[in-house]
Antibody, heavy 120, light 106 residues
Framework: EVQLVESGGGLVQPGGSLRLSCAASGFPFSRYWMSWVRQAPGKGLEWVANMNQDGTEKYYVDSVKGRFTISRDNAKNSLYLQMNSLRAEDTAAYYC?????????????WGKGTTVTVSS | SYELTQTSSVSVSPGQTASITCSGDKLGYKYACWYQQKPGQSPVLVIYQDNKRPSGIPERFSGSNSGNTATLTISATQAMDEADYYCQAWDSSNVVFGGGTKLTVL
């Protein structure tokens, strides 16, 4: 079964750091672009970051540039999001998603998400 | 930065056709896709590459994209289709989502 499982969310104070993980299974992880997408409580979806198969291309939404870093370990079938200098507006559910086809850019597999709360 | 605009809500009677639109500058020159999200659940891809349905998505879901507007059409809408729907496109290495449309089936 194709599956993505996120972990690492929690409560963190403003200015703090958190590292999210996404464990992939059931498909050749190293062949796919991967993305992080977040959703603030009661709000819509917001793309956060993505990266290509070997990590040589990484892209971020402007609001997280310089604070968040996306990475992956293909040997461990895992995707990561290092989040530093966290702000209240980063509070959201964070989803890991597989990019099926970079040319057309759509995300066909999503995890259940992990919740990040930034509050003092 | 590129923006996609969706109507915030659409209502439809069971068995009728629902149309959800997504507008963006020259969107027809890009590829659009659509996600369905029910409360407390992760998004599910329902249309990709403008008008293609993933395996397992009912035929009543269809899509089109031309000019500045992409449209998700749900024919013979069922109560189970009540959900939030998001369009998404890719522009200059950035992924953009529309603000979402809440579909109410009543």
């Amino acid at each position: 079964e194709v599956q993505l499982v996120e972990s690492g969310g929690g409560l963190v104070q403003p200015g703090g750091s958190l590292r999210l993980s996404c464990a992939a299974s059931g498909f050749p992880f190293s062949r796919y672009w991967m993305s992080w997408v977040r959703q603030a409580p009661g709000k819509g979806l917001e793309w956060v970051a993505n990266m290509n198969q070997d990590g040589t291309e990484k892209y971020y939404v402007d609001s997280v540039k310089g604070r968040f870093t996306i990475s992956r370990d293909n040997a461990k079938n895992s995707l990561y999001l290092q989040m530093n200098s966290l702000r209240a507006e980063d509070t959201a559910a964070y989803y890991c998603a597989r990019v099926y086809d970079w040319s057309y850019y759509y995300m066909d597999v999503w995890g259940k998400g992990t919740t990040v709360t930034v509050s003092s | 930065s590129y923006e996609l605009t969706q109507t915030s809500s659409v209502s439809v009677s069971p068995g009728q056709t629902a149309s959800i639109t997504c507008s963006g500058d020259k969107l027809g020159y890009k590829y659009a896709c659509w996600y369905q999200q029910k409360p407390g659940q992760s998004p599910v891809l329902v249309i990709y590459q403008d008008n293609k349905r993933p395996s397992g998505i009912p035929e009543r879901f269809s899509g089109s994209n031309s000019g500045n507007t992409a449209t998700l059409t749900i024919s013979a809408t069922q109560a189970m289709d009540e959900a939030d729907y998001y369009c998404q496109a890719w522009d200059s290495s950035n992924v953009v989502f529309g603000g979402g449309t809440k579909l109410t089936v009543l």
